[in-house]
């Protein structure tokens, strides 16, 4: 059994974005995240991951995570815990909720789990680890 649960926020341990689980399927973890607008999936070895180190995340990401998730309600703006675009709720069922975005000039939906959202007015990154997010993004020109 895993210690890692839906929606923490996991890295490579050789480095990499940070990423959200979305579940875990035998020895293997499916992450999301977000390069700008296009959302990305892939299986990775749960003995390849870490979680997040806590001083990445912004005071108001780990309170939220304190104090629990919250209702996340149709129309509100949300995003992925580890980044990403503002998407719009368009149907919660309690556990998956399914979210819409634009990916360049089209729209998109997903499901998430709803432990991998959280409501846009929180902010996910630590000051400090966003301004080095935009700095890496500088650098390779995305």
């Not at 579940?23 to 299986?43: P, T, V």
């Not at 680890?129 to 890496?136: P, R």
Request: aromatic share 8%; glycine share 10%.
């Amino acid at each position: 059994m895993s210690d890692y649960q839906f929606g923490q926020i996991v890295e490579l341990k050789s480095g990499s974005p940070m990423m959200t689980l979305n579940s875990i399927d035998g020895d293997e973890a499916i992450c999301r995240w977000f390069s700008g607008e296009k959302l990305n999936e892939y299986r990775f070895p749960l003995v390849g991951l870490i979680p997040t180190d806590t001083r990445s995340l912004s005071d108001d990401l780990l309170q939220y995570l304190i104090q629990g998730p919250s209702e996340l309600h149709v129309g509100q703006m949300v995003t992925l815990m580890s980044g990403g675009p503002r998407m719009i709720v368009k149907s919660n069922d309690g556990a998956d909720v399914l979210c819409l975005w634009f990916s360049g000039k089209k729209p998109t939906e997903k499901t998430f789990p709803v432990t991998s959202l959280i409501p846009t007015e929180v902010k996910p990154l630590s000051d400090r680890q966003l301004q080095d997010h935009i700095d890496g993004a500088n650098e390779t020109g995305t």
